[in-house]
C-alpha cells in the first residue's frame, strides 16, 4: 500500500534518523492531551480506549504502516490520521516505511490499563484559566470554565486517549466544546455555573469530580498581575522600549482564594496616566492585558476587575 499525506507532508527543521543534517526535516507523529501535559512519546495510552494522531511525514510518500507485535493494538489509517486502539497492556513499535527512503520511522507505543479519572481546570490557555494553585477552587456564577478529563494509570502516569468519558454535573451546566477539536471534544468540557454555592464535575463513575465553590459577582478583594517573575499585587511593573507582554489578571477573594471564571457583565478594564509610554489592550475573553511599551519613563496603571481597581506603577527603560 502505497499514500501521501497531502496537506500534512509538512517539513520540519530537526534531526531525525532518516536525514543526514538538520533543516531537512523529517517525519513526526503527533499526538498530545489537551492541556499539552502528556505526549505519545512519554505517556501510555489507554487498553480499550483510542488515541487519534496526525503523521507528518516531510513530504515522503508512505509505503506501509505496521506494528509490532501487532496483538498489542489495532491501527486505523485515514490520509495523515491514525487512529491507535489499544487491546492489551504492553509495549509495541509503530514503523512507518517510506517508498523512497531506506529507513523507517519508528516510534514506540505503550498500553496501559486506566485506573483513575480526575477532571482539572483547563491550564493551556492564557490567563484565568491557567492559573491553579493548591487548595479549594473557587469560580464565578454564570462564569464558564474549561475543564479536561485526565485519565491516570495506577501509578499516577497521566494516559492518552479517550473512550469512558461519561459527563455529570450538579450545580450547573455542562456543554460540549468546539467540535473542530477533533478527538478533544470528548475530553474537553464548558462548564457553566448555576446560582447554587457548589458545582461539581465528573467525567465518568467512579472518577475524582472537580468540585468549585460558586461566588457572585463582587466577591474579588485583591487583583494580581501574573508576570514571569512571579504574582505582583502592587508597586513597579518593568519594561524595556520596544517590549510587548501579554500578562494575565487573577482575581482572588477576601481569604485568598484564586477565583475562576469571569462574572456575566463585568469587563476587565485598565488605564494609563501617560498613554505617550504605552499602549494597552485589553483581553476580556482571556482576562489579560496586552501592554506594548513605547519609550521610556513612568506612569501610573490603573487595573479595575468585579469592583477592584489595584494602581501599579509602569517603568520604562
Not at 534531526?15 to 502528556?38: K, R
Request: proline letters at 6%.
Amino acid at each position: 500500500m502505497r499514500w501521501n499525506t497531502g496537506a500534512a507532508a509538512l517539513i520540519f527543521l530537526m534531526c531525525t534518523g532518516m536525514t543526514d543534517c538538520c533543516g531537512v526535516g523529517g517525519p513526526e507523529l503527533m499526538a498530545y492531551s489537551p492541556d499539552s501535559e502528556c505526549s505519545l512519546y512519554d505517556c501510555g495510552v489507554i487498553v480499550g480506549g483510542e488515541l487519534e494522531t496526525e503523521l507528518f511525514t516531510g513530504g515522503q510518500w508512505v509505503e506501509d504502516i505496521t506494528l509490532d507485535p501487532p496483538e498489542v493494538a489495532d491501527l486505523a489509517i485515514d490520509g495523515a490520521r491514525i487512529t491507535i486502539k489499544p487491546r492489551l497492556a504492553g509495549s509495541a513499535t509503530m514503523r512507518v516505511t517510506f517508498a523512497d527512503s531506506e529507513y523507517p520511522f519508528e516510534v514506540g507505543i505503550m498500553g496501559v490499563a486506566l485506573a483513575t479519572t480526575e477532571v482539572i481546570p483547563d491550564r493551556s490557555i492564557t490567563g484565568f484559566q491557567r492559573v491553579y494553585p493548591p487548595g479549594p477552587k473557587q469560580m464565578f456564577t454564570g462564569s464558564t470554565l474549561r475543564v479536561i478529563a485526565a485519565h491516570r494509570s495506577a501509578s499516577g502516569q497521566r494516559l492518552l486517549g479517550h473512550g469512558f468519558e461519561d459527563w455529570t454535573v450538579t450545580g450547573g451546566t455542562v456543554v460540549a466544546t468546539d467540535p473542530d477539536q477533533g478527538a478533544y471534544t470528548t475530553l474537553v468540557r464548558d462548564v457553566i455555573a448555576g446560582t447554587d454555592p457548589q458545582i461539581s464535575i465528573s467525567a465518568r463513575p467512579g472518577s475524582t469530580p472537580l468540585e468549585l465553590d460558586v461566588l457572585p459577582a463582587g466577591s474579588t478583594r485583591i487583583l494580581e498581575l501574573a508576570t514571569k517573575t512571579g504574582g505582583l499585587r502592587f508597586g513597579e511593573l518593568v519594561f524595556r522600549a520596544g517590549q510587548y507582554l501579554s500578562i494575565p489578571v487573577s482575581a482572588f477573594s477576601a481569604d485568598g482564594r484564586f477565583i475562576h471564571g469571569h462574572p456575566p457583565g463585568v469587563g476587565l478594564g485598565a488605564t494609563l496616566a501617560d498613554e505617550t509610554l504605552a499602549s494597552i489592550t485589553v483581553n476580556d475573553a482571556e482576562r489579560s492585558l496586552r501592554i506594548m511599551a513605547l519609550c521610556p519613563g513612568r506612569t501610573d496603571l490603573d487595573v479595575t476587575f468585579d469592583g477592584v481597581t489595584t494602581r501599579f506603577t509602569l517603568v520604562i527603560h
